[in-house]
Every structure is written in structure tokens, then in C-alpha cells.
């Protein structure tokens, strides 16, 4: 299984950037994709996951700004994030639960600032 994720860069605060990861191999038909993030100096964390049904969960600092969405059929992850603040700065990284094992993506840099 691989993950493959884009979308980063450099935004202003009060911005929106949407990620995406893909996932290839053998995916296990129940599963959940999810977003974490590691801002400079601090644990990695969760921001969002999404079950393969559709069960969304968000960290309280995500709830009303970011939203995440999945293709099925391209086994692919979104994360749409609006109203970014600086505090928002940080690597974010995709991940999949593929029941058996858990799967990482290489990290998209996600940066606010004026």
C-alpha cells in the first residue's frame, strides 16, 4: 500500500488549500482514511478521519473550517481547509487504517503566513 499526498503550500491566514492523498495496493474494503498533522516542536496529532462509510470525526480545532471528503472509486482522501490560521502551520500527513496495518503518506507542508 502507498499514499500519496499533495496539496501544500503557502497561504495567507483567512486562506483555503485543499489536500488529497491516494492510496494504491491492496486496499481492504473497510477502512479509514484520515489527516494528521506535525506543526515545528510539537507531537503529531489528528485532524480529521473518515471511515469508509462515510463516518466523518474531527479535532475541535478543525470543526468549522475543514472539511474531509472521500472517492470511493479512487480510493483518494480530501481535505479542504478554510480559514486557515497560522496556528494551522505544519506538515500534514495522510493515513490509512487498512484494518491490518496502518499506512502512512510522506507529509505535504501546509504554511500561513502573512
Known amino acids: 500500500v502507498q499514499l500519496q499526498a499533495s496539496g501544500g503550500g503557502l497561504v495567507q491566514p483567512g486562506g483555503s488549500l485543499r489536500l488529497s492523498c491516494a492510496a494504491s495496493g491492496r486496499i481492504n474494503r473497510f477502512n479509514i482514511m484520515g489527516w494528521h498533522r506535525q506543526a515545528p516542536g510539537k507531537e503529531r496529532e489528528r485532524v480529521a478521519t473518515i471511515t469508509s462509510g462515510g463516518t466523518t470525526n474531527y479535532a475541535d480545532s478543525a470543526k468549522g473550517r475543514f472539511t474531509i471528503s472521500r472517492d470511493g472509486a479512487k480510493n483518494t482522501v480530501y481535505l479542504q481547509m478554510n480559514s486557515l490560521k497560522p496556528e494551522d502551520t505544519a506538515v500534514y500527513y495522510c493515513?490509512?487504517?487498512?484494518?491490518?496495518?496502518?499506512?502512512w503518506g510522506q507529509g505535504t507542508l501546509v504554511t500561513v503566513s502573512s
Open positions: 493515513r490509512l487504517d487498512n484494518m491490518d496495518d496502518d499506512y
